[in-house]
């Protein structure tokens, strides 16, 4: 079934001009007229990646904004250097909706790359996940009948339990392009699948309250190698409403790089989320 849907809609949008149109394969567990947040993360690391090329190329920085809901309608996007420079750039994007209403937003700060000897330098030790292919690998979101964003990624848990709260690691291969006829490149499959960190580590799951993100922020030092990235993940849920998820990205190399997001914790009765299903193994 998701092979069906991914050859039906082929990319997450469809290019319309200066416009983007989602696909059914950007739904999110909120809503079903919404985007799951990951897909306007693939989009802005996908735009600000190839604009105004220069020296400084590498993302070592993205943080995306999610200003409202973004719908799954067509979406006005915009891309602009807000500071030029050989070494560091920064550039922001935008996604406007119907009548103007700005949805979503991304800083990107790129970096100029170059040999350096770091001979000497000490890296901090950490444990590596088991891979993708491991005995404990659980396949998650096999069993949806309907078009989303859980079925435009392979989702393995290595560590941790979907139906449990606590930390947990899982690998994720997005399976198709971003925008048709863009192959995903090593950053936009990173900016693909930060956004599941909060679920992945989930602090709260199957409890009386919940949490969304608000806005995700990656900042990375190598980009991965192959079409496999891990998030291993932890989450915290304060009684006051506010929340933090934090995650190690790692390739089957080593750590790449670290996310975060700021979560909005609130009673799991007031949030528009279906409780999640054993997922199939």
């Not at 250097?81 to 560091?88: A, D, L, S, W, Y």
């Not at 991304?106 to 330098?121: E, H, M, N, P």
């Not at 899982?170 to 699948?193: E, H, K, N, Y």
Request: hydrophobic fraction near 40%; charge should be negative.
């Amino acid at each position: 079934m998701p092979d069906d849907f991914i050859a039906r809609y082929g990319a997450l949008f469809e290019q319309d001009g200066d416009r983007v149109v989602p696909t059914p394969l950007c739904r999110g567990p909120w809503h079903p007229n919404a985007c799951h947040g990951g897909a306007p993360s693939a989009l802005f690391a996908t735009v600000c990646e190839q604009h105004d090329p220069g020296t400084a190329s590498f993302v070592a920085r993205l943080t995306v904004e999610l200003m409202r809901p973004v719908p799954l309608a067509p979406l006005r996007l915009s891309v602009e250097t807000i500071r030029p420079g050989r070494k560091v750039q920064w550039l922001e994007a935008r996604l406007h909706a119907e009548g103007e209403q700005e949805v979503a937003r991304a800083t990107v700060l790129r970096i100029r790359t170059d040999d350096i000897d770091t001979t000497g330098s000490v890296t901090p030790a950490v444990e590596p996940p088991p891979g993708p292919d491991s005995p404990s690998a659980t396949s998650l979101f096999d069993g949806r009948e309907s078009p989303g964003y859980w079925l435009a990624n392979d989702v393995r848990l290595v560590r941790g339990s979907w139906m449990e709260p606590g930390p947990g690691a899982a690998w994720f291969r997005l399976q198709c392009p971003v925008l048709a006829g863009i192959t995903p490149s090593p950053i936009v499959r990173v900016a693909a699948c930060a956004d599941f960190g909060s679920g992945v580590g989930n602090a709260l799951r199957l409890t009386r309250a919940n949490a969304i993100n608000a806005e995700v922020t990656i900042h990375m030092h190598r980009y991965p190698v192959g079409e496999w990235v891990c998030l291993d993940s932890v989450s915290w849920a304060q009684s006051h409403g506010v929340g933090l998820a934090e995650s190690i990205i790692s390739d089957e190399q080593g750590p790449i790089g670290r996310a975060a997001q700021s979560l909005v914790v609130e009673s799991a009765t007031r949030l528009n989320f279906a409780v999640p299903t054993e997922p199939s193994s």
